[in-house]
């Protein structure tokens, strides 16, 4: 089973920008971004394929940007213009069969990390 560990969480003000980040033990032809907030269930973020081809959450669309190291088979989130909303525990997580969902979900993911905090004040 694939180990995800993910970093670079933290707290930052409303429009400012993080960059988190998802070292995985081995390479998996999908990963993608989940989130949730306090009181919520977990949504999807973004989803990247082993082509480059990415979906976003409407939400995040223009603010956010999914990309990977296919050498390093490390996964980036590049946050931007973050807001209050956007506060949650960020989770990775991986895949193979299923393409990426239009909304930026991992269809079945084989596994998950720890989560990252991340937290904006407005």
């Known amino acids: 089973q694939v180990q995800l560990v993910e970093s670079g969480g933290g707290s930052v003000q409303a429009g400012g920008s993080l960059r988190l980040s998802c070292d995985a033990s081995?390479?998996?032809?999908?990963m993608g971004w989940f989130r949730q907030a306090p009181g919520k269930g977990r949504e999807g973020v973004a989803c990247i394929d082993s082509t480059g081809g990415t979906t976003y959450a409407d939400s995040v669309k223009g603010r956010f940007t999914i990309s990977r190291d296919n050498v390093k088979t490390t996964l980036y989130l590049q946050m931007s213009s973050l807001k209050s909303e956007d506060t949650a525990m960020y989770y990775c997580?991986?895949?193979?069969?299923?393409?990426?969902?239009?909304?930026?979900?991992?269809?079945?993911?084989?596994?998950w990390g720890q989560g990252t905090q991340v937290t904006v004040s407005s």
């Open positions: 997580a991986a895949g193979s069969i299923y393409s990426c969902a239009a909304d930026g979900r991992i269809r079945n993911p084989l596994g």
């Open positions: 081995t390479y998996m032809i999908r």
